[in-house]
Nanobody, 113 residues
Framework: QVELVESGGGLVQPGGSLRLSCAAS????????MGWYRQAPEKERELIASISSGYRKTYADAVKGRFTISRVNAKRTVYLQMNSLKPEDTAVYYC???????WGQGTQVIVSS
């Protein structure tokens, strides 16, 4: 059974950076698109970045230019580099194996001074 495990969340000051990781237990994720989503309190979960199996990347307007998604298939890991963080980036961040409909458990990011 394939599982996704996110890590790297935490508390950071505005303007700071974090790198989230999403590690997969199975190699099948290399063949599917991967997405990073976030859900802020009392808001809907939203897709913020995705990367296809062919490394094509897309970003939501809210994070474009600040966040970078990447993947290293040999490590079965997808990353989200988050720079210039803002308080409105505070949320639980989830990764998803799009082709499998599989979610990780989430990692909390809090941007606050």
């Amino acid at each position: 059974q394939v599982e996704l495990v996110e890590s790297g969340g935490g508390l950071v000051q505005p303007g700071g950076s974090l790198r989230l990781s999403c590690a997969a237990s199975g190699s099948i994720v290399a063949a599917t698109a991967m997405g990073w989503y976030r859900q802020a309190p009392e808001k809907e979960r939203e897709l913020i970045a995705s990367i296809s199996s062919g490394y094509r990347k897309t970003y939501a307007d809210a994070v474009k230019g600040r966040f970078t998604i990447s993947r290293v298939n040999a490590k079965r890991t997808v990353y989200l580099q988050m720079n210039s963080l803002k308080p409105e980036d505070t949320a639980v961040y989830y990764c998803k194996a799009e082709g499998l409909g599989l979610w990780g458990q989430g990692t909390q990011v809090i941007v606050s001074s």
